[in-house]
Every structure is written in structure tokens, then in C-alpha cells.
């Protein structure tokens, strides 16, 4: 759900924070990576794997809660930046699901990066993405009821409004901007408790050579 190019002066500072976070993304990443190959074929061998694995997946997790903590400064300053984020490639762009990404695309990694899946995994991740689809439903049912109010504006038309009154084009009131800007805010809030709770839940499915 992206919306189109509208420039945003408030971007900047979240805009810096996420690159400097990709960029540290990176660096994890080749961590984990240099640990697969020092593996071999992936097997934990032993205690001292273990303890080196759930590290490196600790710091992982970490930062990215470092992420969404910086993102919940973003959505209670100036949540609009959320769905048309600058930072974002075209192609990131297309892959919004309010505000970030969908849900159920974590369950698309593990099936096309996790190939020895237990039966006992594949009963519990049925499970977890069965609650999961279930509120992407109920939050995409709410977005659409959000943008289909006779009195409300669109998101585009909302972003597009504030930024005409920044630059005084535009005589929108303040009620109407607060009263969408507050849904919206309600909306991403609730997408990303689904978004973390959905990936937490199916890390604690799989084991740390899976992860």
C-alpha cells in the first residue's frame, strides 16, 4: 500500500537512522554467514556452536527491535512518512502492507531458505500462519473502512493536503488531519505487533542452525 513520490520534509532523521541501520544489517548478516561456512553443512556441532549461534541470532534481534523502537518515534511524530517512505527502493515500495511488510511474508523466507522442516515445525508454522492471515485480514478490512469514510480524506490526499499547508496552500483544517492521522497511527501500531509477534513466534519454532 505505498503511496506515490510526495516529498516529506520530516524524512531525514529516520531516513539516516535506517540507513545506518541497514548498512549494521549488513554486517550481522555476513556474521551469520561466516558462521554457516565455518559449519559447513550447517550442523550444530556442538555447545560451543550453540552459544555462538543463539549470539549472533540475539544481535539480530536486537536490532530490530532497535528498528521498530526508532520507527514508533516516527509513527507518533509524523506517521504519514510511514506509508510513503522516500528511503524505500520502487520495488520496497511495492512490497508495502501498512506501513511495513506484510506479515505473512515471513512464512515465504522459511519456505524458500528452510529446507528440513520437521512435521512437527510444519504443524506449528500452519498454526501460526493461520492466526497470522486472520489479522491481515481484520487490519486490511479496517485500512479500507478507514479510506472509505464519506468525510475522511485518502492517505494520498491527506499527505499531499499537509504538505500544501506547510507550504500555506491549503486551508485543511486541523480536526481532520489529527482525527486520519490518529487511525492511521492506530493501523501501523497494530500491523507491527502482528509483524514482530508473527517472526518471534516462528523463530522459537525453528533451531538456531535453521534460523
Same mark, same amino acid.
Given at each position: 500500500m505505498p503511496l506515490p513520490n510526495i516529498p516529506n520534509p520530516n524524512t531525514g532523521p529516520f531516513e539516516r537512522i535506517?540507513?545506518? =541501520?541497514?548498512?549494521?544489517?549488513?554486517?550481522?548478516r555476513q556474521l551469520l554467514l561466516q558462521e554457516c561456512r565455518r559449519l559447513g553443512d550447517g550442523t550444530v556441532r556442538g555447545e560451543?556452536? *550453540?552459544?555462538?549461534?543463539?549470539?549472533?541470532?540475539?544481535?539480530v534481534l536486537a536490532h530490530y527491535a532497535e528498528y521498530f523502537r526508532a520507527k514508533l518515534a516516527v509513527v507518533r511524530e509524523d506517521v504519514l512518512i510511514l506509508f510513503g517512505p522516500l =528511503?524505500? %527502493?520502487?520495488? *520496497?515500495? !511495492?512490497?508495502? =502492507?501498512?506501513g511495513g511488510f506484510k506479515p505473512g511474508f515471513s512464512f515465504r523466507v522459511v519456505a524458500n531458505y528452510v529446507t528440513n522442516?520437521?512435521?512437527?515445525?510444519?504443524?506449528?508454522?500452519?498454526q501460526v500462519m493461520a492466526r497470522t492471515?486472520?489479522?491481515?485480514?481484520?487490519?486490511?478490512? *479496517?485500512?479500507s473502512r478507514m479510506q472509505a469514510r464519506p468525510t475522511a480524506l485518502s492517505l494520498v490526499?491527506?499527505? %499531499?493536503?499537509?504538505?500544501?499547508?506547510? !507550504?500555506?496552500?491549503? !486551508?485543511?483544517t486541523d480536526e481532520r488531519i489529527q482525527v486520519l492521522k490518529a487511525a492511521a497511527k492506530m493501523l501501523v501500531q497494530c500491523a507491527d505487533y502482528v509483524r514482530c509477534r508473527t517472526v518471534v513466534t516462528i523463530m522459537e519454532i525453528l533451531n538456531n542452525s535453521q534460523v
Open positions: 535506517y540507513r545506518r =541501520w541497514l548498512i549494521q544489517l549488513g554486517d550481522l560451543e556452536d *550453540e552459544a555462538r549461534l543463539s549470539e549472533l541470532i540475539s544481535r =528511503w524505500l %527502493t520502487p520495488f *520496497e515500495r !511495492n512490497l508495502l =502492507w501498512i522442516l520437521t512435521e512437527e515445525q510444519k504443524r506449528r508454522l500452519a492471515s486472520v489479522d491481515e485480514a481484520t487490519l486490511l478490512a *479496517e485500512f490526499e491527506l499527505v %499531499t493536503r499537509t504538505r500544501e499547508r506547510m !507550504n500555506g496552500e491549503s !486551508n485543511i
